[in-house]
């Protein structure tokens, strides 16, 4: 370790997403205490089941083929997640390396399957300064040498997700992404937060119209 680095981890030691303790970007305690998703379920009922596609019962629900989301959005990992739409750290991203390998793996894996990270707004953007899912993108994309497009764009603003309920949630994202350039045949979208599932499924109708054949997710939580 360079002298500088060794004053800067002194002078700013690194500090716990989920509670705050000092020396760790996630201490074990808040790990413990998170619900990891181990076993394949599907991702809109939660059913458990063989595979991580939608059941025969949700697969009305959406163009989705499929998703995964690798905990439950609750106590250090909600904290964590919050904390981490607001700053750029790929040091904090990389505690959760492990659990997010453990669950694309369960995402049927081919040479033509293509991270997409969901965008952002351009007023959201400036005022973040980054866009927490092209952040995640990016490290999944070192976890897994999977490649990485960035044609999924917002063509117009919505209103934030959180504070509406799942019928005005679909209505304020309906037609609020379009496809850019060459569309890839399967795509993995790549959020950090998947509640009623409406931004994810408005990006895969969005894909699906562009000729994606199969589109899945993945999602550091599930609400």
């Known amino acids: 370790m ?3 680095l060794f004053f800067v ?11 705050g303790a000092v020396s760790t970007w996630w201490c074990r305690h808040c790990h413990d205490t998170v619900m990891w998703f181990t076993a394949s379920r599907c991702p809109f009922c939660q059913r458990l089941q063989k595979t991580v596609r939608c059941c025969p019962s949700c697969r009305h629900k959406s163009q989705l083929t499929g998703g995964v989301s690798v905990g439950r959005y609750a106590g250090g990992l909600r904290r964590a997640i919050v904390s981490l739409k607001f700053r750029s750290s790929h040091a904090g991203w990389n505690c959760f390396s492990a659990e997010c390998v453990s669950a694309i793996q369960n995402i049927p894996y081919s040479s033509d399957l293509v991270l997409l990270p969901v965008p952002l707004s351009k007023r959201r ?3 973040r300064g980054h866009n927490q899912s092209a952040v995640f993108a990016t490290m999944l994309s070192q976890w897994t040498g ?5 044609g999924l764009r917002r063509i117009r603003p919505t209103t934030p997700q959180t ?4 019928r005005h949630r679909r209505q304020n994202v ?3 992404f379009a496809w850019t350039g060459n569309t890839p045949r399967r795509a993995l979208l790549v959020d950090d937060v998947a509640t009623t599932y409406s931004t994810l499924s408005e990006c895969a109708a969005t894909l699906r119209a562009a000729g994606c054949r199969e589109v899945w997710a993945i999602t550091l939580a599930r609400a």
């Not at 981890?9 to 509670?19: D, T």
């Not at 999977?146 to 960035?150: M, S, Y």
């Not at 504070?163 to 799942?166: E, H, K």
């Open 163 to 166: 504070s509406l309920d799942r």
């Open 9 to 19: 981890e002194k002078l700013f030691p690194a500090r716990c997403l989920g509670c």
């Open 146 to 150: 999977l490649p990485i497009d960035t």
């Open 2 to 4: 360079s002298l500088f």
């Open 125 to 127: 953007l400036r005022a």
């Open 174 to 176: 309906s037609g609020a």
